[in-house]
């Protein structure tokens, strides 16, 4: 034990050195006149193969000193592929991290040590969500992509019922929801203004949920004294926005015995009900813009930042991030270091942004708008989202729709509902 902990000392150390060393300039990453001098590095990923090859075959030309080789992994199995090849002693130097892995991947990923790249450089270069990466052992990936929760609209059905702008505060589309909701004469929903209150016909219905619970200050999962706990339980910061009203706010939208009544289960998922215009606003990822394109190439959608609570002393939205992470197993981890250091701060960053649907993750790329119609809503958003440690996204999914499906049966009230999330949620981080 003694041997492996004077192992690490020396490792972060020589970290240290040479992450200073790097980013002063004082080695000339990059700029090697013997190609592939500092060896082949394996990066992993489920990102199409089509999507990462010529991303990298450019990045590689730039810096012939190293070569990354990409190899695209199946989602479904990747675990498994993983966990075969470090056993077989052949696994990669590095992979796109997912944020809602980080917890799941921790132990075998290299945590970069704060001596090689201090937090505050962290939080200058990388917008907040990129901080679903920092815990108290280092940084487990460096951020590339991320891809915020927005708010579609469907033009027409806001324009025939005079909504001139989507709203900008969720007490505006409570308001709205009357006016664009539309029942038959037996009370059936036709059209519907939101897709709240429901889990398993929600597209997203986890991401919007904890995006409700952060903006009223929660992030949902906490690290102290090195450990991850569950933050549902905490006192609020303002008593209004307890995560039981939140959760009853939600939940309200698919109670036939009130006003913001709006959505049930007879609807299809509500990316399809989008999609077939029968759906006012779709709360959904940037990613999604063009998949909704190609679904109905004739819709006539916008797209609004996600509402915001009104008295509320800063803007939040949820996001998925993509980092690259060093695989702790690496057996060129030095390269595989200078590597993925200069994937994130390279002109890769925005390329693969661009080519996956999402924002970029450093400051500067933000700060570079794009002039079409639907990206500019996408940095913007980008730029004060954030995102959460999942310990686990299958169980996470059967907390989430259990909290929501107890308080819709009035099974649980909405406090106990967030009690019971909160234990389950904490057995879930002590494994």
């Not at 240290?16 to 300039?25: D, M, T, W």
């Not at 949902?220 to 339980?233: D, M, P, W, Y």
């Not at 959904?284 to 109905?296: A, D, M, Q, T, Y």
């Amino acid at each position: 034990m003694k041997n492996f902990q004077l192992i690490t000392i020396v490792v972060f150390i020589a970290l240290a050195i040479f992450g200073v060393l790097v980013f002063s300039g004082a080695i000339p990453l990059g700029k090697s006149n013997t190609p592939g001098g500092l060896g082949t590095v394996v990066l992993w990923g489920t990102v199409r193969q089509a999507t990462m090859a010529p991303l990298l075959e450019e990045f590689n030309t730039v810096n012939p000193s190293f070569v990354v080789k990409y190899e695209q992994k199946d989602v479904e199995s990747f675990d498994q592929d993983l966990l075969e090849a470090l056993a077989e002693g052949m696994g990669p130097d590095m992979f796109l991290l997912p944020d809602g892995l980080a917890f799941h991947y921790a132990n075998k990923i290299f945590p970069i040590p704060y001596a090689s790249y201090p937090v505050a450089s962290f939080k200058n270069n990388f917008a907040g969500a990129g901080e679903v990466f920092l815990t108290s052992r280092g940084i487990l990936a460096f951020p590339l992509s991320i891809d915020p929760l927005v708010m579609y609209y469907n033009r027409g059905l806001l324009d025939a019922n005079g909504v001139i702008y989507p709203p900008a505060f969720w007490d505006d589309l409570i308001s709205l929801v009357p006016k664009l909701t539309q029942k038959d004469d037996s009370n059936k929903i036709i059209k519907s203004a939101i897709s709240f209150g429901h889990f398993l016909n929600v597209t997203h219905a986890k991401d919007i949920l904890a995006a409700l619970f952060m903006q009223a200050g929660n992030g949902i999962v906490a690290e102290k004294e090195g450990v991850f706990i569950s933050n549902l339980n905490a006192t609020p910061t303002n008593p209004k926005y307890s995560l039981a009203s939140i959760l009853k706010f939600y939940t309200d939208f698919a109670d036939p015995n009130k006003a913001v009544y709006s959505w049930n289960k007879s609807f299809p998922n509500s990316n399809d009900a989008f999609s077939r215009e029968d759906l006012a606003f779709y709360i959904g990822l940037g990613s999604e813009l063009v998949p909704l394109i190609n679904r109905n190439p004739n819709q006539n959608f916008g797209v609004a930042p996600l509402p915001q609570i009104r008295d509320a002393k800063f803007k939040l939205t949820g996001a998925h991030v993509t980092g690259i992470a060093l695989l702790s197993s690496s057996k060129n981890f030095n390269t595989a270091f200078t590597a993925a250091s200069l994937l994130a701060t390279s002109n890769f960053a925005a390329r693969f942004a661009a080519a996956t649907g999402t924002a970029p993750a450093r400051r500067d790329l933000l700060a570079i708008k794009p002039l079409d119609a639907y990206y500019p809503v996408f940095y913007a958003s980008a730029l004060y989202s954030r995102s959460w440690m999942d310990p686990s996204e299958k169980d996470t999914n059967n907390i989430f729709r259990n909290m929501i499906d107890s308080v819709l049966s009035n099974s649980m009230t909405p406090e106990a509902a967030i009690s019971d999330a909160s234990a389950k949620m904490g057995l879930l981080l002590l494994r």
